[in-house]
């Protein structure tokens, strides 16, 4: 989403751009991350971007990763692979996968109507008989488009206070009152044309949380960022230490304008919050058919086929991803993101098991954000992984805690352990895991009393990570050392 303007996604064929011509010059025998490097801060220099974090996954490894620049440069304090980002549109990737784990379970279908999922009707008052089904939505063919207001009235410091499901019954519901603000509909009939909008996007988180039955957050934190082990990753900036997100930019001329993070009730569309190392491991199950490095399972094999599978009359598009064609083997999957300050991308090449993800906190051309992330993927397709330095689940770095003191409730004893772990926790009815350095569960507890025992003889040496949620949001976290 964007706060002015729409991202809107379009192929480039035979584009030429400085960026792409400046890395075609950089010296064949430097090594490939110092090409990766030089590439990267021509672009900066070129685009006035104040900080980048950059990204390239190949083979199940964290082939090169990094950051560049300021993440506040009023503090001067430096991008690191740690750093979050705004990844503004590349969010959709995230409730189509979402949506898609509920077609996966037979409990949302393709082809029905969305009033099938929702409390209230949504018909396109110009062809009031004709339906709108899930996949034209997931497609961008739904006839719904943003409203002329949607960037400029609902945007707001911080986190929006209008919640989701209010939002979308009053921009979609024939009587709804912001009809006409946020969001519109096309005098082309449903299926009929392509048309990118942020509100398709908002209306597919919107059904994910009625069919699922929770806030659309909390199962994305529990369904798609938990079992990847996303934990720096989230929604809302309530979620967040701000601390460690990168200051949005703007511009003005040559000038970079410091912004306030910002929130918006259509959030599905646009809101998350990462950092490159937690796009690395979604990267990798995008790659690895569905399958996170710890073992689970997002999506199976066929379904995420069914997604990164062209369909018309849409352009290049699956189901909500986009392609670009860069072999003739195969085409890049992923998406872009946009904002007046923040830019970023995701794409990954199946048939050479690379990917390549980079987030910056000011504004790019979609041109040049594209050039960008091809002068990447040439250069990650060139890189050797090290199989030393494969994708891995560092909950430490990447958690915060709910509230502040959260973590200090939370005391354990002995550790390290040998037999048996005592936990003491802040209140009852938390939600206990216990996982190896791969996020794999080792001992997991629903509503713990406030005390909990946890047997440990049986474990090898080594560290272990205690993990503490409520409803869906981990509040703390422990390292735990075993002798």
């Not at 890395?23 to 430097?30: C, D, E, I, M």
């Not at 990204?55 to 440069?73: E, H, N, P, W």
């Not at 949005?248 to 959030?267: A, E, H, I, M, W």
Request: net charge neutral.
């Amino acid at each position: 989403m964007n706060i002015v303007t729409t991202l809107k996604r379009l192929r480039f064929v035979g584009i030429i751009s400085l960026v792409v011509l400046s890395s075609a010059f950089v010296s064949h025998a430097q090594s490939v991350a110092e090409r990766i490097d030089t590439t990267i801060v021509r672009a900066m220099r070129a685009n006035n971007i104040p900080g980048l974090s950059v990204a390239i996954v190949k083979d199940g490894t964290l082939a090169f990763a990094k950051g560049y620049g300021l993440a506040d440069r009023e503090r001067n304090i430096p991008v690191t692979t740690q750093t979050r980002f705004a990844i503004a549109s590349v969010s959709k990737t995230f409730t189509a996968i979402a949506l898609m784990q509920l077609v996966q379970a037979g409990q949302v279908r393709l082809d029905a109507d969305v009033n099938t999922y929702l409390p209230f009707q949504v018909r396109n008052p110009a062809f009031p008989m004709m339906p709108i089904t899930v996949q034209m939505v997931l497609t961008h063919t739904s006839s719904i488009n943003d409203g002329p207001n949607l960037f400029s009235d609902f945007v707001v410091s911080g986190d929006s206070p209008i919640a989701l499901a209010d939002f979308m019954r009053r921009s979609l519901s024939s009587n709804g009152d912001l009809l006409g603000r946020a969001a519109e509909f096309s005098m082309r009939a449903p299926g009929a044309e392509f048309r990118y909008t942020n509100m398709n996007t908002a209306l597919l988180g919107y059904i994910v949380e009625v069919v699922a039955r929770q806030p659309f957050n909390q199962y994305c934190n529990q369904r798609l960022f938990a079992p990847l082990c996303m934990n720096a990753t989230r929604w809302f900036l309530s979620e967040l230490d701000s601390t460690t997100v990168a200051v949005p930019y703007s511009k003005n001329g040559t000038n970079l304008v410091r912004r306030p993070y910002t929130g918006f009730p259509d959030y599905p569309d646009g809101q998350i919050r990462t950092n490159v190392l937690d796009m690395s491991k979604f990267l990798w199950a995008l790659l690895n058919n569905g399958s996170a490095f710890s073992g689970s399972q997002i999506l199976s094999p066929a379904t995420l086929r069914q997604i990164l599978s062209p369909v018309a009359p849409s352009g290049s598009i699956g189901l909500h991803f986009f392609y670009d064609e860069i072999t003739s083997r195969d085409s890049a999957w992923g998406h872009a993101g946009g904002l007046d300050d923040a830019t970023a991308e995701m794409y990954f090449l199946r048939s050479e098991n690379v990917g390549v993800t980079f987030m910056a906190n000011t504004s790019v051309s979609s041109a040049n954000s594209t050039a960008l992330w091809q002068a990447l993927m040439a250069l990650g397709r060139e890189i050797v992984p090290n199989t030393r330095n494969p994708i891995v689940c560092d909950l430490v770095s990447s958690v915060r805690t709910e509230k502040s003191n959260q973590s200090e409730l939370v005391t354990l004893s002995p550790n390290p352990v040998n037999d048996v772990l005592l936990v003491n926790l802040p209140t009852n009815g938390v939600s206990v895991r216990l996982v190896d350095v791969l996020g794999r569960d080792i001992y997991s507890l629903k509503d713990a009393p406030v005390q909990v025992q946890i047997s440990t003889e049986h474990l090898a040496q080594g560290a272990y990570f205690l993990v503490v949620s409520r409803n869906g949001s981990v509040i703390a976290t422990e390292k735990i050392l075993k002798y």
